[in-house]
């Protein structure tokens, strides 16, 4: 969920399409005379910058990606109708409820984290 709060240009990047082809620094696909320009073969792969960490770590978060970020979507549409978006039979689902709510720790987890960032102090 810190992927897609955080790192959202990512989303669009999976592992594969990272070992198939350069990356830019804002997240782009290479191009040159019109062309996407392929990774070389043997050229190290950037996952140690990267918050996925690595091909076997993201496998899940790929995996889960969509359904993670149409909560998250839906969660701040919430925030921002006052939960006046949701039906009556999505309010009343227990597992979306739960899923809203863990949304909403990490969000505010993450507040609280940048807040005493730009303070200064170590998190």
């Given amino acids: 969920m ?3 709060l955080l790192h959202p240009q ?3 990047r999976t592992c594969a399409r990272c070992q198939t082809w350069l990356y830019d620094d804002r997240h782009q696909i290479v191009c040159r005379l019109g062309q996407r320009v392929r990774r070389p073969p ?3 792969l950037p996952c140690w910058k990267c918050p ?7 496998a899940g978060c790929e995996r889960d ?3 993670v970020a149409r909560t998250v979507r ?6 921002a109708t006052a939960g006046r978006c949701l039906s009556d039979r999505q309010a009343a ?3 979306l409820v739960r899923h809203l709510a863990i949304v909403d720790v990490v969000v505010r987890r993450l507040a609280v ?6 303070l200064g102090h170590k998190t």
């Fill in 2 to 4: 810190n992927l897609i």
């Fill in 10 to 12: 990512l989303l669009e």
């Fill in 42 to 44: 043997g050229t190290l």
């Fill in 52 to 58: 996925k960490q690595s091909p076997a770590a993201a």
């Fill in 65 to 67: 990606i969509d359904r």
């Fill in 74 to 79: 839906l969660y701040f549409e919430v925030q």
């Fill in 93 to 95: 689902d227990a597992l």
């Fill in 113 to 118: 984290s940048q807040t005493l960032a730009a």
